[in-house]
């Protein structure tokens, strides 16, 4: 199966033009965060998730930790999806999903150890896929994405193994580790943003290399499972 890669940290609409025409999938939008690169207002998320074509779908990351702040902050920029960024309350994300039943909803687990699958069951009869990050949502300032940081990709590969849900893996992803990233965990996507930048702006070179290496190695993967 083709591993689907979602661009994020997308800032304009120049940007989601340069992701799409590189191939992109998805294309996220990141409103406002206690930290982190990439927030933009979310007037600019509206104007970009009105121009992008489908099927290019297009997140709003959003920290909100309520479904009714969710479910304002989704109707305020039109997203095809909602990324969850916080580990919210169980019961707001089935409240949500009573909201915004045509909006695809994506929980973000931040990875820390191994009891990052304890929270599958609690999310997954809600949400349409899991995004697993490398934040730190109970620092002093939470950490809710954007770190550049890889985690630990056994725990990663594990939960890819526990569910059902398609899972997106994302932290310190570049051309240089993905292929190992791709075998070691199996993600039905990708989800990446400084590993496709250069001094705060989309790369196209940095892009272009990293869809390479994912084609590549989606291609070198099949032909192994063919084989076998």
Same mark, same amino acid.
């Given at each position: ?80 999806? &909602? +990324? @969850?960024?916080?580990?919210?309350? =169980? $019961? ?8 915004? !039943? /045509? *909006?695809?909803? &994506? +929980? @973000?687990?931040?990875?820390?150890? =191994? $009891? ?8 997954? !009869? /809600? *949400? ?101």
């Amino acid at each position: 199966m083709r591993t689907r890669i979602k661009v994020c940290c997308i800032a304009s609409p120049q940007e989601a033009h340069l992701a799409v025409q590189a191939g992109a999938d998805a294309l996220g939008l990141v409103a406002r965060m206690p930290s982190g690169p990439g927030p933009i207002p979310d007037t600019m998320i509206a104007t970009v998730t009105a121009v992008v074509p489908p099927p290019v779908a297009t997140f709003l990351l959003t920290s909100e930790t309520t479904a009714e702040a969710i479910s304002a902050h989704v109707r305020a920029t039109n997203p095809a999806t &909602v +990324q @969850v960024v916080s580990h919210i309350a =169980p $019961e707001e994300s089935e409240k949500l999903a009573r909201l915004e !039943p /045509h *909006v695809r909803r &994506v +929980q @973000v687990i931040h990875v820390e150890g =191994p $009891e990052a699958l304890d929270l599958i069951p609690a999310y997954a !009869p /809600h *949400v349409h896929a899991f995004l697993l990050d490398s934040g730190r949502p109970n620092a002093a300032i939470a950490e809710l994405g954007g770190t550049g940081r890889a985690h630990d990709w056994e725990v990663s590969a594990a939960f890819v193994r526990s569910t059902e849900r398609p899972v997106f893996l994302a932290g310190g992803l570049s051309a240089r580790n993905v292929a190992e990233a791709i075998r070691q965990v199996r993600p039905y996507g990708l989800d990446l943003c400084s590993g496709v930048r250069t001094n705060g702006r989309l790369d196209p070179e940095k892009l272009a290399a990293f869809m390479m290496a994912v084609s590549q190695t989606d291609a070198a993967l099949a032909t192994a499972n063919a084989i076998s």
